[in-house]
């Protein structure tokens, strides 16, 4: 029997299972579409689809660099447990070293792992160990330099924090005290300097700062006028918030002499021009139940 798109689309839904392997179970078993289901629960991978809606935000972030280029990766678990886990770590560095030649997550998925796409290898990989995982994001930087760092490593290049920061001149030494910085300064930085932020991120922060400032305004006892507000305090904290999140304005951790970033990247002849930080689960929204949640939950299944 010919596989159409609608059988697919039917034995997705039903099972959860990825495009490649639905079809290939309806080829194997002619189209029938219980034998299917069947066909992908012995393989695991129906298995793995139910596990797809627990959250996943534990894990592990790798970081690779090859010559003038480096790549982050975060796939994660559903708990810490699992990063602590020999097979994971090998999946992850393995996946990390197949991003290094790719452009973006959907061709990483794609990329060939030990004979399997990073895709498969990753659905099998639920069904064995019994959680739900996902294959985040990625991001790459590219320079004349790329060092790396990461904050409490589990094994080579892998850990909860990961770095990569790309820069022309400078020394080994100064590129990954810089990646350090970025590990461990707070607030974490989000752009390179002010033309690199996010506009999105700049006009909440000054939608926050006019409302703020407007009501501790209205609640004083002396009051300032609005022009002042708008003209003086306003831009005044836009700039400070600017600092604290640009990069080459923090100042660098590492300095005893309150240096900036941008400064000691000059005193170290390096001009900085690109950095990547993940952060496993950074973003992620965990739902917790309560106990007799979980089990009206579970009756209700």
């Given at each position: 029997m010919a596989v159409t798109a609608s059988m697919i689309k039917e034995l997705r839904e039903a099972t959860g299972a990825g495009m490649m392997d639905v079809k290939k179970a309806l080829t194997e078993t002619d189209?029938?579409?219980?034998?299917?289901?069947?066909?992908?629960?012995?393989?695991?991978?129906?298995?793995?689809?139910?596990?797809a809606g627990r959250t996943a935000a534990e894990g592990l972030v790798a970081v690779?660099?090859?010559?003038?280029?480096?790549v982050a990766i975060e796939l994660n678990s559903e708990t810490d447990f699992v990063g602590k886990n020999e097979d994971f770590q090998k999946m992850v560095g393995a996946i990390a070293a197949a991003a290094i030649n790719v452009d973006d997550l959907d061709a990483l998925k794609a990329a060939t792992v030990n004979g399997k796409t990073v895709e498969e290898t990753v659905t099998e990989?639920?069904?064995?160990?019994?959680?739900?995982?996902?294959l985040r994001r990625m991001a790459k930087v590219s320079g004349d330099n790329v060092f790396s760092y990461v904050h409490n490593s589990v094994a080579p290049g892998m850990g909860k924090i990961g770095v990569l920061v790309a820069m022309t001149g400078g020394s080994e030494?100064?590129?990954?005290?810089?990646?350090m910085h970025i590990a461990a300064a707070d607030p974490?930085?989000?752009?390179?300097?002010?033309?690199?932020?996010?506009?999105?991120?700049m006009a909440k922060e000054l939608e926050i700062q006019t409302a703020k400032a407007l009501e501790e305004n209205a609640a004083s006892d002396k009051p300032k006028p609005e022009q002042v507000i708008h003209n003086?305090?306003?831009?005044?904290?836009?700039?400070?918030?600017?600092?604290?999140?640009?990069?080459?304005?923090?100042?660098?951790?590492?300095s005893a002499d309150k240096q900036t970033v941008a400064?000691?990247?000059?005193?170290n002849g390096a001009t900085i021009t690109g950095f990547v930080r993940f952060e496993v689960g950074e973003g992620i929204e965990v739902v917790k139940e309560d106990f007799a949640a979980e089990v009206a939950k579970a009756a209700k299944g």
């Open positions: 189209g029938d579409m219980d034998a299917a289901v069947d066909w992908l629960r012995t393989k695991g991978l129906a298995k793995a689809a139910k596990k690779v660099v090859d010559g003038g280029k480096g990989a639920i069904a064995t160990i019994g959680e739900n995982m996902t030494d100064f590129g990954r005290q810089v990646a974490r930085p989000q752009a390179l300097n002010e033309s690199e932020l996010d506009p999105a991120i003086n305090i306003i831009p005044g904290r836009m700039k400070k918030f600017v600092a604290d999140v640009s990069l080459l304005d923090q100042q660098f951790v590492v400064q000691a990247a000059a005193q």
